[in-house]
């Protein structure tokens, strides 16, 4: 019985959320690929790694064990092939966390509601996928760089994040990153709470913590059919062919605002 490595998903960082395990009957893949490609995002963060046979292997090490550092990739559509792609290391706070992944050395520009393939040769394996970016949208509200008032936002007890529709995403992912000033007696330091959601609307309102002034980035994501089906439907490979995992697409917008 196969096993697909538990990872978690950068989004974008892309992080959009936390794979399961999969499992799979039939043996013949030899490897998975874990990629949203994201437009808007600088650089790209994914994963590839090999199979494990065992469970007990599965559980015992690192995902780092089963990375697989030498594929070769090559992104392209018939406008453009992108193959400059390398392996980088994040610094590791513990055994089990995730340091090895792959990204774009040079620049990268996608572009919304547009087909991409990505082909993988690796160890005489072949994986492909494919995936179409949504449609571009923007976020209406709030704006960027404004400024909101916090005794405001207490007695409200929200914060109404609207954007626009994307017209072929199956979904939107949100994180919301508030940076505040944590006051002691003898010293202070800068902290960062993050708040994740999903959802099908297009207006979510953020009651989470509102307790402090200082900045809020909002980050929403539109994802793509490939992701709705793996992560929502809980499908097994989406978007990729001979390997396991998925090869899922989603359009990034963000806004900064000030808490005071």
């Known amino acids: ?39 808007n995002r600088e650089k790209q963060e994914f994963y590839i790694y090999r199979i494990v046979d065992d469970e007990l292997e599965f559980y015992s090490g690192s995902p780092d064990r089963y990375f697989e550092k030498n594929a070769d990739i090559s992104l392209f559509n018939s406008e453009f092939s992108f193959n400059s792609f390398i392996v980088k290391e994040l610094p590791n706070k513990n055994d089990f966390a995730k340091s090895l992944l792959y990204t774009n050395e040079n620049e990268l520009e996608l572009k919304p509601n547009t087909n991409y393939k990505i082909d993988i040769s690796v160890n005489d394996f072949l994986i492909t996928g494919n995936t179409k970016t949504p449609s571009d949208f923007r976020i209406i509200s709030p704006t960027a760089n404004s400024t909101l008032n916090l005794v405001d936002l207490q007695n409200e007890k929200n914060i109404n ?16 990153y ?19 959601f999903i959802t099908q609307d297009t207006l979510f309102n953020y009651s989470d913590y509102i307790r402090s002034t200082g900045t809020m980035d909002i980050n929403i994501f539109a994802y793509d059919l490939n992701y709705h089906n793996h992560f929502i439907e809980r499908f097994g ?13 989603s359009v990034k917008k963000s806004v900064s605002i000030i808490l005071e």
């Open 1 to 39: 019985m196969k096993y697909f490595l538990k990872v978690i998903i950068l989004l974008l960082g892309f992080s959009f959320g936390c794979e399961i395990p999969n499992e799979f009957l039939n043996e013949k893949f030899q490897y998975s690929l874990v990629f949203n490609l994201t437009v």
């Open 237 to 249: 490979p989406t978007g990729v062919e001979g390997g396991y995992g998925y090869f899922a697409s």
């Open 161 to 176: 994040i609207k954007w626009q529709k994307s017209l072929s995403a199956k979904g939107y992912f949100g994180q919301i």
């Open 178 to 196: 508030q940076t505040y000033i944590v006051e002691w007696p003898d010293t202070s330091f800068e902290a960062t709470r993050k708040y994740d």
